[in-house]
């Protein structure tokens, strides 16, 4: 999380507070009548644990830190990705906020600049090899 971001919510919890909230109005409002319904997957938060999975996540330190040459952090930020859809995944963000570039993500003109892809080209092949070699110890 970034210092200062509200906590994450599961699904389940947003959904129980949506019915408390339905309930109450309803109850304030005679005659009026809500109801909800869950279309699609509700994935929970993003979270892959360092106890459970330390190796994994050192190697994509290793190949962040090697790739970038600047200090690898694990944080969550607010959003989503397509990653929730897969057990065990993690999302590298393409931008470094830290050396002064602009965030555009789901802006228009969204992009990154020549540079940082290229580096974020190298940062997923290292992880890749990484991986792909067993070279998870830490």
């Known amino acids: 999380?970034?210092?200062?971001?509200?906590?994450?919510?599961?699904?389940?919890?947003?959904?129980?507070?949506f019915q408390r909230l339905a309930r109450e109005t309803a109850a304030a409002a005679p005659g009026?009548?809500?109801?909800?319904?869950?279309?699609?997957?509700?994935h929970e938060p993003l979270f892959v644990s360092p106890d459970k999975h330390g190796a994994f996540l050192s190697a994509l330190g290793r190949a962040y830190?090697?790739?970038?040459?600047?200090?690898?952090?694990?944080?969550?930020?607010?959003?989503?990705?397509?990653?929730?859809?897969?057990?065990?995944?993690v999302a590298y963000g393409p931008v470094d906020e830290s050396a002064g570039e602009l965030e555009m993500a789901h802006k228009p003109d969204e992009r990154v600049t020549i540079e940082r892809h290229l580096e974020n080209v190298r940062i997923y092949a290292l992880a890749l090899a990484l991986l792909s070699e067993g070279t998870t110890d830490g």
Do not use: D, F, M, N
């Not at 969550?76 to 990653?83: D, E, H, L, V």
């Open 32 to 42: 009026l009548r809500l109801r909800h319904e869950v279309v699609g997957k509700a």
């Open 1 to 17: 999380r970034r210092p200062g971001a509200a906590a994450a919510v599961s699904a389940t919890e947003i959904a129980l507070r």
């Open 65 to 89: 830190r090697a790739g970038s040459g600047r200090e690898s952090r694990l944080l969550s930020i607010g959003g989503t990705t397509y990653a929730k859809a897969y057990p065990l995944a």
